[in-house]
């Protein structure tokens, strides 16, 4: 909020780029403390409460696993522990390329492997991509 220390970034020509990684990582932030304020610290699946320092491990998941979907009343979120977290993308193996390239149907991944996975994979997910 008020932690940033450059108060004049006039005349730097790396600008742009860094601005909108910052843009973006605010944004990131910004639903993960609002998901905070609207949920308990509780893994949602695995039940352990989380505070203080180890709140960090507290991470927000996207139920239809699309960044870009926060809704003001959380209910796109879920909060996870790491753990869990990583255990629920394991799930749906599927669902990790998702997360990270987002087709543009947003189609429940199928149970049974479709000849469309190798497209998935080779359509590799934009590097850089947050997990959470
Ligand atoms: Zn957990
Ligand atoms: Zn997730």
């Not at 639903?31 to 507290?58: D, W």
């Not at 869990?84 to 543009?104: A, F, N, T």
């Amino acid at each position: 909020m008020s932690s940033d220390k450059s108060p004049t970034n006039a005349g730097k020509p790396t600008g742009v780029l860094a601005e909108i990684l910052r843009e973006q990582e605010i944004r990131q932030r910004g639903y993960r403390e609002q998901a905070l304020k609207i949920y308990p610290h509780v893994c949602a699946s695995c039940g352990r409460e989380f505070s203080g320092k180890r709140l960090r491990e507290l991470t927000v998941h996207h139920r239809d696993h699309n960044h870009d979907n926060n809704p003001p009343d959380g209910s796109n979120w879920e909060l996870l522990c790491v753990y869990c977290h990583d255990h629920e993308h394991e799930k749906s193996l599927i669902g990790k390329y998702y997360e990270g390239q987002r087709p543009p149907d947003a189609q429940p991944p199928p149970l049974v492997s479709n000849p469309f996975d190798k497209l998935d994979s080779l359509l590799k997910p934009k590097q850089g991509e947050q997990k959470s």
